[in-house]
């Protein structure tokens, strides 16, 4: 059974409206750790927490929060600093990446290089644990650890297996998962959690976050060789230039036009950078883009099911339009 379809959204945060007092004290929280540094660095963290991303993980914790018996202090305490180790995973992906531009300005790496923007993301992993410590629940600490460590596993093994012809399509998941869907899985899972939900239902909530992080890392993955970074509002491509085996490039290197597949082979076993604009035009580029929007858009439709199991809400129907949002995002990469 699926979730009728709620009207395609104009506003890409429409869903974000039922929790838009909730989201703005989650924001003001996060501000005010900045003052929580020595004077010397407040105004580097400033500038690092100033950025408006998406919220999505925030959004997560306080739609499940409002979905599953309301929103309490804790929960914005666990939305803001969750979005600080968002915060903090995306300025050392920056580093790996030499991204110059993320949400249209520039990237802390490039305003003040490799070295200081490593120290200020993990300056800001830290604060975000100590505002975990502040919850006061060893086994949420404990939680919470747990999803760090396989977000900094994940990181390194995509690090470590660039180029990697023995990759195997499992492998790039269980990267994903870690890398991408942890966060997303602990904001749903984590948010239960606090609001004291029995551990079968909080493990349903874990598997719908992880469900819809991987759909999300696969529209990242298909936005990196389909969009523009001025439409995307960050630096694209760097997937291509770094090595790293996404799902639409081992379906490039299992398309049945043997050309375009020997040349994808050929150019990771000699760690070439892939020339997307040569394949741009073949019907095994777009086949490859529809294939992996296939497979995220069905991990979303999966992850709609769990929702089922939640009372009728606007939170629900909420977390529901966030889905079908992520739908049309992956729509959007096609070809």
Not at 102 to 116: I, K, Q, S, V, Y
Request: aromatic letters at 6%.
């Amino acid at each position: 059974m699926s979730i009728p379809f709620f009207s395609k959204l104009r506003n890409r945060k429409a869903h974000l409206r039922t929790v838009k007092a909730e989201l703005q004290k989650v924001r003001d929280a996060i501000e005010s750790q900045t003052e929580q540094f020595s004077p010397h660095m407040r105004d580097y963290m400033r500038q690092v927490c100033r950025s408006r991303g998406k919220m999505i993980r925030p959004g997560l914790v306080l739609l499940t929060a409002a979905a599953t018996g309301g929103i309490k202090d804790d929960h914005i305490t666990f939305a803001a600093l969750l979005e600080m180790l968002h915060m903090a995973s995306l300025i050392h992906d920056d580093v790996l990446d030499k991204a110059d531009t993320r949400r249209d300005e520039p990237t802390p790496n490039a305003l003040w290089g490799n070295e200081l923007a490593v120290l200020l993301g993990d300056s800001l992993l830290a604060q975000a644990m100590v505002m975990g410590a502040d919850i006061g629940d060893s086994r949420f600490i404990r939680r919470m650890a747990v999803a760090v460590r396989d977000l900094c596993e994940g990181e390194v093994e995509q690090s470590t297996r660039l180029w990697d012809m023995e990759m195997s399509r499992a492998d790039y998941y269980e990267l994903i998962r870690k890398k991408t869907a942890t966060l997303f899985a602990m904001a749903m899972s984590g948010a239960g959690y606090l609001q004291g939900l029995d551990d079968e239902m909080i493990g349903h909530l874990n598997r719908m976050g992880t469900l819809l992080g991987i759909s999300y890392q696969i529209y990242d993955d298909c936005l990196d060789m389909t969009g523009t970074d001025d439409s995307a509002g960050k630096t694209l491509g760097t997937d291509a230039e770094k090595g790293k085996l996404t799902l639409p490039v081992f379906f490039l290197m299992e398309s049945t036009s043997e050309d375009v597949a020997e040349y994808v082979r050929s150019a990771v076993e000699k760690h070439e950078e892939i020339d997307y604009a040569r394949l741009r035009d073949t019907d095994a580029f777009a086949e490859a883009i529809r294939l992996s929007v296939d497979e995220g858009l069905s991990r979303n439709e999966e992850a709609r099911e769990v929702l089922w199991m939640l009372p009728e809400s606007p939170a629900r129907e909420a977390l529901t339009e966030m889905t079908y949002r992520l739908d049309e995002m992956l729509r959007d990469c096609l070809v």
